[in-house]
């Protein structure tokens, strides 16, 4: 980011949070050179933060437990576990080397599309990767067992703090069938599951496996340290009231599933549209007192 943009966000007294500020998440576009635990999931449980406070029964507690260890223990043994470049599917990977550069990367460039205007292109240009750019074959049985769905992305929020690291359940109908998730007859022959077992397979990265034996972690910084206090503060004391989303504790911190072409003007139209509304939905009140 250049020195023009490089201060022209800026939040007063009553903004709400944000867990990533325009100039961090501009630097998520240049390639990450040192393998750390990540500094927040690339997947997220609940993107509704009323539906994030569901508790797990004890037998589904004892499960996710269960299945977290597992994938400790196989990360922590996964020397020979090929980088992250080599994990994606080819129609991907060009679009990852972009990015990567010398290093490794969370996103890929997002090609235009052939009917976009060039005079008036999207706004974003950058995707984070996910489950489904790893090619299915790379993936390793790990988790044998069923585990509920809110467990299940519980596990998979815990895996994805490991760069490159992704878990995929693998059902046999609904929605964990469609993308090529779906177990064949034979793959639940092979591995001698039952029909009605939804498993978990996991996929490991060099780069994730060299983050958790270095003990890399990333660091929070200050705007982050302070939004997660704001957070916990909301949790605790259950402040009564709604943020101009319906909800009144901010969502988890995750990394962002799309990163804009200027993250300090993109921040900037947001916030503007952000008190627009505010400001019609206060003189839509007004008309009512």
């Known amino acids: 980011m250049d020195g023009a943009h490089a201060n ?5 007294a009553n903004e709400e949070l944000n867990f990533w500020t325009p100039e961090e998440s501009e630097n998520l576009k240049k390639p990450m050179l040192v393998p750390a635990k990540l500094v927040a999931p690339t997947v997220v449980r609940e993107w509704d933060t009323r539906k994030e406070k569901k508790s797990l029964s004890k037998k589904a507690e004892a499960d996710l437990q269960r299945a977290k260890d597992l994938f400790d223990n196989y990360l922590a043994n996964a020397e020979y576990a090929p980088p992250l470049a080599e994990l994606l599917r080819p129609s991907v990977l060009d679009a990852y080397k972009e990015v990567a550069g010398e290093g490794f990367s969370l996103y890929s460039i997002r090609r235009p599309d052939k009917k976009e205007d060039p005079e008036h292109p999207r706004g974003f240009t950058h995707k984070l990767l996910g489950e489904l ?3 299915i074959e790379d993936y390793h049985h790990l988790i044998d067992f069923n585990l509920t769905i809110d467990a299940g992305k519980l596990f ?3 895996v994805s703090m490991w760069p490159g690291c992704f878990a995929m359940r693998r059902g046999n109908s609904g929605k964990a069938a469609s993308c090529g998730r779906k177990l064949t007859d034979a793959d639940r022959a092979a591995r001698g599951i039952a029909h009605n077992v939804t498993v978990t397979d996991v996929v490991v990265s060099q780069e994730g496996y060299i ?6 972690v990333t660091e929070l910084s200050e705007s982050q340290k302070e939004f997660m206090d704001f957070r916990a503060t909301k949790i605790a004391t259950g402040t009564v009231g709604k943020n101009s989303y319906g909800y009144d504790v901010p969502g988890p911190p995750h990394y962002p599933c799309f990163l804009q072409r200027d993250e300090a003007a993109a921040a900037t139209f947001y916030r503007k549209l952000e008190k627009d509304r505010k400001r019609q939905r206060e003189d839509m009140f007004d008309m009512f007192d």
């Open 211 to 216: 983050a958790y034996r270095s003990g890399n």
């Open 156 to 158: 998979a929020e815990h």
């Open 133 to 135: 750019d790893i090619k």
């Open 8 to 12: 022209a966000y800026e939040t007063d």
